[in-house]
Structures are given as structure tokens and as C-alpha cells.
């Protein structure tokens, strides 16, 4: 009889490695989600699901695959900011790192994610697509990566603060750029709203605009700014002489660089060494009488930002959704594979049980989410119930969901167990992302006195409770 042959320590590691849980890498996020195909003829047109089905389909193989790996690098690497060239000119340029530029092209070039509502002819659609496919892509993106997503919806809501209030030459110079599905062209976009007087008191901000001609001076300081080397900012500030509060503010686009290709008169004086979202430079600004244009009416400009910045707390709700289902994803893909005590661990009961209060938020804000986008339209065609329904289920989203994200995400990582814990593991960085969607666009306390004054000066909650009376009448 032949003596066992005794395996080197390479092979035995290699043996034991083999116990270690799965990740999902190699997996289709659209594929294997089958709740949200489930959903999706619920709430999308039947010809228009068929048309979207093969793009979802290949954003799902890309996030399981390229995005996933893109993004783990990009986190690893995060952005370096540099304040002079190699001549000596004050030239501040931030240097990332080529995977975030990958994964821009993907968001912004392959399936124009940030241009998908607003112009035709991206995925194949002869007209612009409706939000609730837009929000549908931004949820599977968001599994993969978080960060990128940031500068994606700012450039998606600015150019609709443009396009809305904005004069006939600003939109002309500006839009098409914004729309720009080549990353050459595209002009990202930014929100500069914090100020180190304000906070979420943006109306105690102190920026100051100054008028020269045909556009405005800027001056002062602003805080946190993400996408901070975008080619566009929206800004608020206080043009001079108009009145303390939110209601002296204007609304300005600034570009990082002038038409005769001169750098704008603002500085960027450090990176924000940030928890999570760490693919994405933020940083703080100094401007030094900045040129920047007048968007809509001085003096209105936070009641022209309202709308956008309820558009962005429904995008932090359906990113905080993705992140979720990307904790479910890995934590019934290792529970299904990993055994333990003889077992897999998904025939234990109180893994069935740990599993079920994650599936139930993460069902909850996707579904959520879908019936908030296809009200979207209707508000804007003069559906007032519509509109008060968006109006105080927005904030509901965004409170909810992204509470929610911070608990599941840290569930995921404890079924996962000691190595969750480690940073060469998706689950840590899950967890660091799930905490900014509670800060960003307003934190939880901010947003519950929002949700209060839907209720109370714009009487939503009636519509609210007819709406969903109707739903459950139908189901």
C-alpha cells in the first residue's frame, strides 16, 4: 500500500482556503435578482422592460466582474491632490487613479447614467427615458460602486437646474456638454452648498456674489465640496446687498476653467480624508472672486435648489437600497455555500432568521423607490396628489432607507464573520459607505422636520393615505 503523499504547505493553505466563504465576484447582480425582475413589468411598460432587460442585464455581469473589481482598487487608491504643475504654476490637479477613470467611463460613457432622462439615443432609446429606469441602473451600479454615483447625480441635477432655470445662452453653452456621454466632452458637475457657518443651515452661508457685467464675482469660502475637480459647480451664494437667510441667496454655475481656457480664480486647498466614498475627491474650496452666471432669479436661488436637493435625497434612498441588496447578495451567497457544524449555514434557523430582517429593509426601499419614480412623471404633468405624494415620500426614502443601510451592510459583514472585518474584503467598505447616505443632502433630524412640514404647510399626508388606500384596494 502506497504511503499518503504529504501536500506542501502551499497546497495545504491553498486546501484550507477553500473553507473561507465566497464572495459574489463572477456573479450577474441583475440576473440573480429575481424579486427586482419580478418587479419590473409592475411598474414599467411591457415593450420598454424588453427594450431595458439586456442593458440591466449587462450592467449586473459588469458590476459582478469589471465594476467590482474596479471599485475595490479605486478605494485602495484614493485621490491625490496637487497644487503646482512641474513648472511651478499654482495649478491644482488631483491625480486618481485609473480604475476611478475606468469606472467613469462605464457610468457616464457606456450607459450614460447621468444623460439617460434628459436626451435620446443613450441605450438605443430614440427618446429620453423615463426616471424609473434611470433609478433602476443607478440601484445596480450602486452594488458595485458607491462613490462614482455622487458625481453622476450631480451632474444629472444640475443640468436640470440649467435646463430649468437657466437663460437661453447658458443652456447653450453648457448642456450639451453636460449631456456628454464622451468623457473627453462631458463636463462633470458638482454642488458646492456647505459652508463652515452653515451646515444643513444653508442659509446661514456667507459666500458672496458680486455682479461684473454679465456675470457674477465670487468670494469666500466653501467647506465640503464632492466632485471637487468638476468641470461645473453649482453654487449658492449672497449676492451683495440682499438680505440674511435663505432667502437672499442666488443660484450660480462656475466653471473650473474659462472660455479662453484660463483656470477660474478658486482654489483647492486640501482632499477631505473621508470614512467611505473614498474613490471620489472631496475637498474644500477657497474662491477669490471666481467667475460664475446667474442661474434663474436673484435672490430664489434655494427655492430653485429645493426640488433638486429632494431629487438627490431620492437618489441617496436608491443607492442605499443597492448597497443593501449588495449585502444580501453576499450573505445568501455565503450562507448557501459556507458550512459549518456539519451544515450549510442557510439551514440554520437563526441564520434563516438574520437573513429575513435584512431581506425585509432592502425589499422595502427598492419597492419604495420604484413607486416614487413612476409618481415622477405625473408630478411633473400637474398631478398635484402626485406631487404631494413625492414631496413627503422623498425624504421618507432617504431617512428610512439610509438607516436601514447602515444596519444591514454591518449585518452582512457579521455573516461574513472575522474576515468581513477585514479591508481586503468588499464588507468593510460597504459598511464605511452605508454611513455617508445618513449625512448627505441633510442628516436623519434635518430630514424628519422636512417630512413634518410636508405634513403640516403642504398637507401631504392625506394624498399619502389615499394613494396607498388605492394600492391595497388593487392588489
Known amino acids: 500500500m502506497n504511503a499518503p503523499v504529504a501536500l506542501t504547505s502551499r497546497a495545504a493553505s491553498s486546501r484550507r482556503a477553500e473553507a473561507i466563504a465566497p464572495t459574489t465576484r463572477g456573479l450577474n447582480y441583475y440576473d440573480i435578482d429575481a424579486s427586482l425582475r419580478a418587479l419590473l413589468p409592475l411598474y414599467m411598460a411591457?415593450?420598454?422592460?424588453?427594450?431595458?432587460?439586456?442593458?440591466?442585464?449587462?450592467?449586473?455581469?459588469?458590476?459582478?466582474?469589471e465594476l467590482y473589481d474596479l471599485a475595490d482598487t479605486a478605494d485602495r487608491h484614493e485621490p491625490v491632490l496637487h497644487h503646482r504643475d512641474a513648472f511651478g504654476r499654482d495649478e491644482e490637479w488631483i491625480e486618481f487613479h485609473p480604475a476611478y477613470r475606468e469606472m467613469e467611463k462605464i457610468a457616464f460613457g457606456r450607459f450614460g447614467l447621468h444623460a439617460m432622462c434628459h436626451r435620446g439615443d443613450v441605450l438605443g432609446s430614440p427618446e429620453p427615458l423615463p426616471p424609473l429606469a434611470k433609478y433602476v441602473f443607478h440601484y445596480l451600479f450602486s452594488q458595485a460602486e458607491f462613490g462614482l454615483l455622487c458625481p453622476v447625480n450631480l451632474t444629472d441635477s444640475s443640468s436640470e437646474l440649467v435646463r430649468r432655470f437657466g437663460d437661453e445662452a447658458l443652456k447653450a453653452r453648457y448642456l450639451d456638454r453636460m449631456w456628454s456621454q464622451d468623457v473627453g466632452t462631458l463636463h462633470r458637475c458638482a454642488q458646492f452648498m456647505t459652508e463652515k457657518t452653515g451646515g444643513s443651515d444653508v442659509g446661514a452661508g456667507d459666500l458672496k456674489a458680486v455682479r461684473d457685467g454679465d456675470h457674477w464675482r465670487l468670494w469666500g469660502e466653501k467647506w465640503f465640496c464632492s466632485n471637487v475637480d468638476a468641470e461645473l459647480a453649482v453654487l449658492l451664494a449672497r449676492p451683495e446687498g440682499a438680505p440674511a437667510g435663505g432667502r437672499g441667496l442666488g443660484l450660480f454655475l462656475m466653471p473650473k476653467t474659462l472660455e479662453d481656457g484660463s483656470r477660474n480664480d478658486y482654489r483647492i486647498v486640501r482632499l477631505k480624508p473621508k470614512l467611505g466614498s473614498r474613490s471620489m475627491a472631496s475637498g474644500e474650496i477657497t474662491l477669490e472672486g471666481a467667475t460664475a452666471y446667474l442661474i434663474g432669479e436673484v435672490g430664489r436661488g434655494f427655492q430653485q435648489?429645493?426640488?433638486?436637493?429632494?431629487?438627490?435625497?431620492?437618489?441617496?434612498?436608491?443607492?442605499?437600497?443597492?448597497?443593501?441588496?449588495r449585502g444580501i447578495?453576499?450573505?445568501?451567497?455565503?450562507?448557501?455555500?459556507?458550512?459549518?457544524?456539519?451544515?450549510?449555514?442557510?439551514?440554520m434557523p437563526l441564520m434563516q432568521r438574520q437573513l429575513l430582517k435584512m431581506?425585509?429593509?432592502?425589499?422595502?426601499?427598492?419597492?419604495?423607490?420604484?413607486?416614487?419614480a413612476t409618481l415622477l412623471p405625473k408630478a411633473d404633468a400637474g398631478d398635484e396628489a402626485a406631487r404631494k405624494c413625492v414631496r413627503i415620500l422623498t425624504p421618507l426614502i432617504k431617512f428610512r432607507a439610509c438607516r436601514d443601510a447602515r444596519r444591514v451592510t454591518g449585518d452582512a459583514m457579521e455573516v461574513r464573520g472575522g474576515v468581513g472585518y477585514i479591508e481586503e474584503w468588499s464588507d468593510a467598505r460597504l459598511v464605511r459607505d452605508a454611513h455617508l447616505g445618513s449625512i448627505w443632502e441633510g442628516t436623519s433630524n434635518i430630514v424628519a422636520l422636512d417630512i413634518a412640514r410636508a405634513v403640516t404647510r403642504e398637507q401631504a399626508l392625506e394624498p399619502l393615505q389615499l394613494f396607498l388606500a388605492n394600492l391595497l384596494a388593487e392588489a
Open 46 to 65: 411591457p415593450d420598454l422592460t424588453a427594450q431595458l432587460a439586456p442593458h440591466l442585464s449587462a450592467l449586473g455581469a459588469c458590476a459582478g466582474t
Open 305 to 325: 435648489m429645493a426640488d433638486m436637493i429632494n431629487m438627490s435625497r431620492l437618489s441617496n434612498g436608491v443607492r442605499a437600497a443597492g448597497l443593501m441588496r
Open 359 to 372: 431581506m425585509l429593509p432592502t425589499e422595502q426601499a427598492r419597492s419604495m423607490f420604484m413607486q416614487i
Open 329 to 347: 447578495n453576499e450573505s445568501l451567497y455565503i450562507a448557501r455555500n459556507r458550512r459549518a457544524f456539519g451544515r450549510h449555514l442557510i439551514e
